[in-house]
């Protein structure tokens, strides 16, 4: 059963305008979460992250928020640019096991 | 190395051969873990090595896979007698520590099997 969910396959955002990914997860044992970014033929690098004893880590233009009561996660870029195009995952770690957990992904397109 | 490393690229096989893929991960990681992602999925988890410990293969889906890390460094990910659901990348990531923080991922073997 996927855990963590990403419910919008897909993204469209102009270029300077906000773009919000979200994510959901299912498991109230998660207690870390990360953000990836995906490009075609490369490997999903480390974007952002997030404990589960708060509830916003901004680091540049990438802002992560958590809502442990809704057991919800959203990625915010702002400003967005062409080059922010890509697909982003969704992770969490549990306290518990030994694999992080990954959603199915957004692809974000940023246009000019 | 500077990052984690994986070879193939690209890999094409016929149904029912074996295929092997490999990973070195980065230098100082104890930690290494193969996932995979098919066609308009996730990342799914495979297997986990932490150090010299028994690894956890709990996300395995079939006894046609197998892997190995020798001497806490350089993984091999097998699939015996492989079938075209496996067609898929492969992706080897590692860790400083078990869990808790962020993987390094390679760029992955795409499988593709006939």
């Known amino acids: 059963d996927q855990q963590v969910k990403q419910n919008s396959p897909s993204l469209s955002v102009q270029e300077g305008r906000i773009s919000i990914l979200n994510c959901d997860y299912t498991?109230?044992?998660?207690?870390?979460f990360l953000w990836y970014k995906k490009y075609p033929a490369e490997g999903p690098t480390f974007l952002i992250s997030?404990?589960?004893?708060?509830d916003k880590n901004e680091d540049g233009r990438f802002t992560v928020f958590l809502n442990k009561s809704a057991k919800h996660l959203s990625l915010h870029i702002v400003p967005s640019q062409p080059g922010d195009s890509a697909v982003y995952f969704c992770?969490?770690?549990?306290?518990?096991?030994?694999?992080?957990?990954f959603g199915k992904g957004t692809s974000l397109l940023v246009t000019p | 190395g500077a990052g984690v490393s994986q070879s193939p690229s690209n890999k094409v096989t016929e149904k029912g051969k074996d295929v092997e893929l490999r990973c070195d991960p980065i230098?100082?990681?104890?930690?290494l873990y193969w996932y995979r992602q098919s066609l308009g999925q996730g990342l799914e988890f495979l297997i986990y090595?932490?150090?010299?410990?028994?690894?956890?293969k709990s996300g395995l889906p079939s006894d046609r896979f197998s892997a190995e890390r020798t001497g806490g460094s350089v993984s091999t990910l097998t699939i015996q007698r492989t079938q075209q659901e496996d067609s898929a990348v492969y992706l080897c990531?590692?860790?400083?520590?078990?869990?808790?923080?962020?993987?390094?991922f390679g760029s992955g073997t795409q499988l593709s099997v006939l």
């Open positions: 990531a590692s860790s400083f520590r078990a869990r808790g923080e962020k993987l390094f």
């Open positions: 498991n109230s044992m998660f207690d870390y």
């Open positions: 992770a969490a770690w549990s306290n518990s096991g030994y694999a992080l957990n």
């Open positions: 997030i404990s589960s004893i708060k």
């Open positions: 230098s100082g990681h104890t930690a």
């Open positions: 090595f932490q150090g010299n410990s028994a690894p956890d």
